[in-house]
């Protein structure tokens, strides 16, 4: 960097030492043809251009610029998550080994819409719990009337506007709609995918709907007359 | 070569630093601070009808931080496309009357991980008292000021009666 600077006639020249002359210290400054030292520089601007032209310092900030266009990808686009307990056996967790996990590729992106089918496996927050996420098959959605199972206490159920039916696929060892009833759409947080370890279970998410306990509502849901007010 | 540095690397310079501030800007009203419109006639005393803005922050519904009186703003279990703007008025483990005018007084304890929700107008509010309890998670944010018009802070709105 050279700075040029007219001051009364005389040229004064600034430039930054270069390495080759020994010393990192300060500022070599013309003045009238002849070479002065400056040693200790007071000036701010400069030791901030200088600070920023650094060029650890321009990678360490180019880097956290883009942090938050990571998280954003994380967060509505595609995460990694494991599965642990036996809920949705045999999707999830075949062999009850506890210490192995399925860990599978959770579309995030897919939860923006709030479009789901049936059949879906998804991962919620657990209603009674926000610390807890559990990842469950949604069977009916809102319309739909279904026949619930034992713990419930009503034989069926007309699903409400906004809200789903999930269960897990091993319907004896599982926490699911059964015991908390119909969960609201808000709290599904994303769509599990894929399972990605182990690889000899490679592959789609399968896709498993029961027709025989579901009665599909064929109707427009926005005229399910359910507290569609503020 | 020329072209590349005369005319593409520019607009590849102006995309990215306009991807790194709009997903900073996104970060920020998702996780700290935001602004947002509330609409509607629920929170009459509090907000207007016409559309309050009002600031809300979110490092209380994830620190569990929240308390009877707060000002909340969450996801309507009845549509998730849709925020609502209440207040708590029970947290789990509380007894709570459905409807204080009604004959026969229907009471309800409030389920754990559930809050209860109710609109200061009560009269013109669709909320818990409908729908039922809502679970925690939906929960987005905090109202801790309102920014137009009359810019104040919303505090906590429960008394406490002193005993005679």
């Not at chain 1, 040229?11 to 013309?30: A, E, P």
């Not at chain 1, 210490?99 to 009674?128: S, W």
């Not at chain 1, 789609?204 to 007010?229: A, Q, T, W």
């Amino acid at each position: 960097m050279n700075v040029n600077m007219n001051k009364s006639g005389s040229t004064i020249t600034l430039c930054r030492l270069s390495s080759k002359k020994g010393n990192d210290n300060g500022l070599i400054c013309m003045y009238n043809k002849k070479e002065f030292r400056i040693t200790s520089v007071f000036n701010y601007q400069l030791q901030m251009t200088q600070f920023f032209s650094n060029t650890a310092v321009r990678t360490i900030l180019v880097t956290a610029s883009w942090i938050p266009v990571a998280i954003f990808c994380l967060d509505h686009g595609f995460t990694i998550g494991s599965i642990h307990g036996r809920s949705m056996q045999p999707t999830f967790n075949p062999d009850s080994n506890k210490l192995r996990h399925d860990i599978v590729l959770l579309n995030r992106a897919a939860a923006i819409t709030h479009k789901y089918k049936r059949g879906d496996v998804v991962t919620l927050y657990l209603p009674d719990d926000p610390d807890k996420i559990i990842a469950k098959r949604i069977i009916a959605l809102e319309g739909d009337t279904i026949f619930t199972l034992p713990p419930y206490s009503e034989k069926f159920l007309r699903i409400p506007k906004g809200y789903c039916w999930v269960e897990g696929d091993d319907t004896f060892h599982s926490k699911d709609s059964n015991t908390f009833g119909p969960v609201p759409l808000g709290l599904i947080r994303s769509k599990v995918t894929f399972i990605l370890w182990p690889f000899s279970r490679f592959g789609r998410v399968p896709h498993i709907e029961k027709p025989g306990r579901v009665s599909v509502f064929l109707g427009d849901v926005n005229l399910l007359n359910i507290f569609d007010v503020d | 070569m020329r072209f590349y540095f005369r005319y593409v690397n520019p607009i590849l310079r102006t995309v990215s630093t306009a991807l790194r501030v709009i997903c900073a800007v996104h970060i920020t009203n998702e996780y700290f601070i935001e602004i947002t419109q509330c609409m509607g006639p629920s929170m009459l005393p509090t907000f207007n009808v016409v559309g309050d803005f009002v600031a809300l922050e979110h490092f209380s519904p994830r620190l569990r931080r929240l308390e009877i009186g707060d000002v909340i703003v969450c996801k309507s279990p009845t549509n998730p496309w849709r925020s609502v703007c209440k207040r708590i008025v029970g947290m789990p483990g509380d007894r709570i009357c459905i409807d204080p005018t009604a004959i026969h007084r229907k009471f309800i304890t409030v389920p754990p991980g559930h809050v209860w929700i109710q609109g200061d107008n009560m009269s013109n509010s669709t909320d818990s008292r409908s729908y039922g309890p809502i679970p925690y998670a939906l929960i987005g944010g905090k109202v801790f000021a309102r920014v137009w018009p009359n810019p104040c802070w919303i505090k906590n709105g429960l008394i406490t009666l002193e005993e005679n």
